[in-house]
């Protein structure tokens, strides 16, 4: 299986900071990854698909980019809302695996 | 809207069977591949089982196979999952999940609220 790492695992930040989040596979998953939102009691929400491709209705302030094994979510300007656990996945191949995630808290 | 929408947890013997469902309204069902994806404060997000958008493929997380059976009614927009000699380690928030694809390959793009399986004597 391909493991993902994500760093940090948390991370405090003010209104407006900008924020960038790392992970890492354990081989190469060209571009097939994508990065989930989880606040608590909720289920994760797909930000970005295929490294750096936006899903429809999420802030612009959320990009990603990178390739191979090494990839990053930032977050331009940091807001309230924004307070959750970021999760990183590969679906390179099976089974799709999942970073451990980094908390983001203000 | 897309929904999706668990049922079937609760707290189970070690050993015991359980089925979980998952209806999905607000799109074409039988157009996506469906997923579980379970979740544990210990273990992070994992993996479960996926089936194919008609159901004739299916895989599974090498921690359930052989003892766990994913299956659909696109009559019916229902996908179900099926373990059987539950374990401590089953125990988890289970989520069924959309792929956004019809065999699997992609992102989950459409979750549901999960619903909390406890195995425990």
């Known amino acids: 299986d391909i493991q993902m790492t994500q760093s940090p695992s948390a991370l405090s930040a003010s209104v407006g900071d900008r924020v960038t989040i790392t992970c890492r596979a354990s081989q190469h998953v060209h571009v097939w990854l994508a990065w989930y939102q989880q606040k608590p009691g909720r289920a994760p929400y797909l930000l970005i698909s295929?490294?750096?491709n936006l899903e429809t209705g999420v802030p612009s302030r959320f990009s990603g980019s990178g390739s191979a094994t090494e990839f990053t979510l930032t977050i331009s300007s940091l807001q309230p809302d924004d307070c959750a656990t970021y999760f990183c996945q590969q679906y390179n191949s099976y089974p799709p695996t999942f970073g451990g995630g980094t908390k983001v808290e203000i | 809207q897309v929904q999706l929408v668990e049922s079937g947890g609760g707290v189970v013997q070690p050993g015991e069977s359980l089925r979980l469902s998952c209806v999905g309204s607000g799109f074409a069902f039988t157009n996506f591949a469906m997923h579980w994806v379970r979740q544990t404060p210990a273990k992070g997000l994992e993996w479960v089982a996926v089936i194919s958008y008609s159901g004739a493929n299916t895989n599974y997380a090498e921690s359930v196979k052989g003892r766990s059976i994913i299956s659909r009614d696109n009559t019916k927009n229902t996908m179900s999952l099926q373990i059987k000699s539950l374990r401590h380690e089953d125990t988890a928030v289970y989520y069924c999940?959309?792929?956004?694809?019809?065999?699997?390959?992609?992102?989950?793009?459409?979750w549901g609220q999960g619903v909390l399986v406890t195995v425990s004597s």
């Open positions: 295929q490294a750096s």
């Open positions: 999940a959309r792929s956004s694809d019809q065999v699997g390959g992609e992102p989950f793009d459409y």
